[in-house]
């Protein structure tokens, strides 16, 4: 039996502790590998071209490129790479700027330590994370008059050729539920989801994950 491939991550900050710190952190768990290291944004997407890592861990302040302009370069440069910022800001503005951008999750860098194994895991499943403090500010904004995510109000639903099924399909995936989870809440199988899952990227053309995740949000079928 052929030996399981790692899980390849490319991490982007221009501060080299910063680097090493994330090295040690990430390298400690079994099957995953650090592939690069970038100081800046230039050099993040010429190694990202180059490697095609699975996850690219990229620091939001950058020299020569800024976190979200490498991310949103990225997602055309190397679709199947996902992208988790670190930032050192707390805020909800910047959270849905990255995640339109198209990254997978967004990490403090005050709450590394203890979250960011938790967000590749994430990552790794293809389910977004937001720092856990993060969240709850969101919720705090939702609960207090954001329209409700149950009922979608963008235009852009307008003509979807997508079913009610595959829509609740999308909101149950990118509110991070697996597969299986999809499918108990649905009272369906796991292969029915799988394929209603293939069905979605085929119609809406997505390339990646994270192109569903910002589909949810931009449509009101979830709050980021």
Do not use: W
């Not at 149950?150 to 009610?164: F, H, I, N, Q, Y």
């Amino acid at each position: 039996m052929a030996a399981k491939q790692p899980y390849r991550i490319l991490i982007a900050d221009d501060h080299a502790i910063v680097r090493r710190g994330l090295r040690a952190l990430l390298t400690s768990q079994p099957g995953i590998e650090v592939c690069s290291e970038a100081s800046s944004g230039t050099e993040a997407l010429d190694y990202l071209k180059k490697e095609k890592p699975d996850l690219m861990v990229l620091d939001l302040t950058m020299p020569e490129m800024n976190g979200l302009e490498v991310a949103r370069v990225a997602r055309e440069e190397s679709p199947t790479t996902d992208i988790l910022v670190l930032s050192m800001h707390f805020s909800e503005e910047i959270a849905r700027e990255v995640l339109r951008c198209g990254a997978i999750g967004y990490v403090l860098k005050s709450d590394a330590d203890t979250e960011l194994l938790a967000a590749v895991d994430h990552a790794r499943h293809r389910q977004p994370f937001f720092t856990g403090k993060l969240a709850v500010s969101m919720a705090e904004s939702f609960i207090q008059g954001q329209p409700n995510p149950d009922v979608p109000t963008s235009k852009e639903l307008e003509g979807t050729p997508l079913t009610g099924r595959e829509l609740q399909v999308i909101q149950l995936l990118a509110e991070g539920k697996s597969n299986k989870q999809v499918a108990d809440t649905l009272g369906v199988s796991t292969r029915t989801v799988e394929s209603h899952r293939n069905h979605i990227m085929r119609k809406m053309s997505f390339t990646s994950f994270s192109d569903l995740i910002r589909f949810a949000v931009r449509t009101n079928l979830i709050q980021p």
